[in-house]
């Protein structure tokens, strides 16, 4: 018997790609075609790979690029979440200060791993949110391997990351940011969602919740539904899509509770 994904819409209409470079390209004009070859030859590796060598220049780029002391950022963040409770630096105690020093030391201490910590940021992240969307396949009743799993995962994840890594830079190299513009970015210079256009008078819950409406969390529940289906047996991205949309949604209520309960932006 003949797998039902193997003619699924324009499979024959693009030749399958047989290269690591061809996938990686091809994640970018024909994602469908690409997972439906992770179907018969899982591959990881490759795009962890360019995501560990993304993660590592990218740390390398911001800290020859913005000239900017860590200690400054780490100092400034606290004086934020101070400012947040109402208090200020001066308010503290000297055990207060003294222990806040601490963690500035230790903070702009880690930065000289930064590329490091990335990598294995990256690598441990992929892996695990591959483990959640396998158990999620499992549930939905897919028939797929962990591996054919975590390729698709890894192919979607390397997509939309690297592409934001990229905006990011031109970013830093048209306007190079302050102190203030890092700890807003939250990792991020892309304008990707509405929530840093929005008054950060706003309650901290609705920021976070806004934040989730994000191109390129939806790209990525795109190509995970497209990704899945294309993995499973008998599936189709509209029955797969429950699965990154449930996590989604998820961490979009996280979020809010997280916020609601801290009192945090």
């Known amino acids: 018997m003949q797998d039902a994904n193997e003619h699924s819409p324009g499979a024959e209409a693009h030749p399958v790609p047989a290269t690591v470079w061809q996938r990686l390209t091809g994640m970018f004009f024909t994602p469908g075609t690409v997972f439906a070859a992770l179907r018969h030859q899982p591959d990881f590796l ?21 000239k900017v002391d860590p200690k400054e950022v780490a100092r400034r963040a606290i004086e ?63 028939q797929a391997t962990f591996r054919q799993v975590l390729s698709v995962t890894a192919y979607a994840t390397y997509a939309t990351e690297s ?9 830093i190299l048209l306007r190079p940011p302050d102190v203030e513009q890092i700890l807003k970015a939250r990792g991020s210079f892309v304008i990707s969602n509405p929530a840093p256009l929005l008054p ?29 289906a294309a993995v499973a047996y008998r599936k189709t991205p ?28």
């Open 46 to 66: 490759a795009p962890i790979l360019v995501m560990a060598l993304l993660t590592a220049g990218f740390s390398v780029f911001f800290t020859v690029w913005v």
């Open 80 to 142: 934020r979440q101070l400012e947040s409770q109402g208090k200020r630096w001066s308010d503290l105690s000297d055990a207060e200060q003294r222990q806040f020093e601490q963690g500035i030391e230790f903070s702009a201490g880690l930065q000289r791993f930064a590329p490091l910590i990335g990598i294995g940021v990256s690598v441990l992240a992929t892996l695990a949110l591959a483990g959640v969307y396998y158990l999620g396949m499992l549930l939905a009743r897919g």
């Open 163 to 171: 592409v934001k890594y990229v905006l990011n830079i031109l970013i």
């Open 200 to 228: 950060e008078s706003l309650p901290g819950w609705m920021l976070a919740a806004v934040s989730w409406v994000d191109v390129f969390s939806l790209w990525f529940i795109v190509l995970m539904a497209i990704g899945l």
């Open 238 to 265: 509209q029955q797969m899509a429950i699965i990154p949309g449930s996590l989604w949604l998820l961490g979009l209520l996280g979020s809010v509770v997280f916020a609601l309960v801290t009192g945090g932006k």
